[in-house]
């Protein structure tokens, strides 16, 4: 009922990731990231909590390879989708015996993706296939995966809810953005994005000083 894909931006050490559903919310359980660390999508009857877990292996220094497989003694880990990269080394992906429908995975190049109930298994790397040919911010790479996976199928059935989250250098995500409930909810993201990327800045500098911060004039601006 999900796929996705997580991406590590080889020159700005950014870490972030897509992903869509025909659940409600799925970016609020399944989308991790932390800055310097990694990003893990944890998905299919999903657990959250396992994506704070990974992300702690990979802060200790774990390889996403060595974090994915010490998830193996976990309860219930077979029923479980779990994607992670971080600092060093590549990415990895561990789809239990007990992942739903027709399910996929790609690994790539500072990327991997994975789904469950798809169309059929090839979109996860026609997910990677177009993030790695992709051009530009880590943001717009993501989405042009996740529209890729849009039209290679995705789901075998219709998507309600998708998301967008990456992490920088700060303590807070650069971008989280989601689409909770909708009947087209890559396009409404793809539509957010492009509203929200031209500002994504200045929300940074309204944080770390905002006596240099661009004001939109607004009384009680946030």
Known sequence: MTF????????????????????????ARCAHVQAGVGVVASQNITDPALGPHVLTALAAGQTALEATKDLTSLPFIEYRQILALGREGGPAVRSGAQVLGVWGE?????????????????????????????????????????QAGLSAGGEAGPV????????????????????DWHDEPIHALTEAWSVYRPQMLAYVQRALDPTQAPSYGVPGDE
């Not at 996705?4 to 970016?27: D, E, H, N, W, Y």
């Open 160 to 179: 309600h809810s998708a998301g967008l989250k990456i992490a920088d250098t700060l303590d807070w995500p650069l971008v989280d953005l989601r689409i």
């Open 106 to 146: 790609a690994l790539g190049q500072d990327c991997a993706a994975g789904g469950n109930l798809l169309a059929n298994p090839e979109v996860p790397q026609e997910m990677v296939s177009a993030f790695e040919a992709a051009t530009g911010h880590l943001g717009d790479r993501l989405m042009v995966a996740l």
């Open 4 to 27: 996705s894909l997580i991406g590590r931006c080889a020159k700005t050490g950014q870490f972030g990731m897509v992903i869509s559903s025909s659940s409600p919310a799925v970016a």
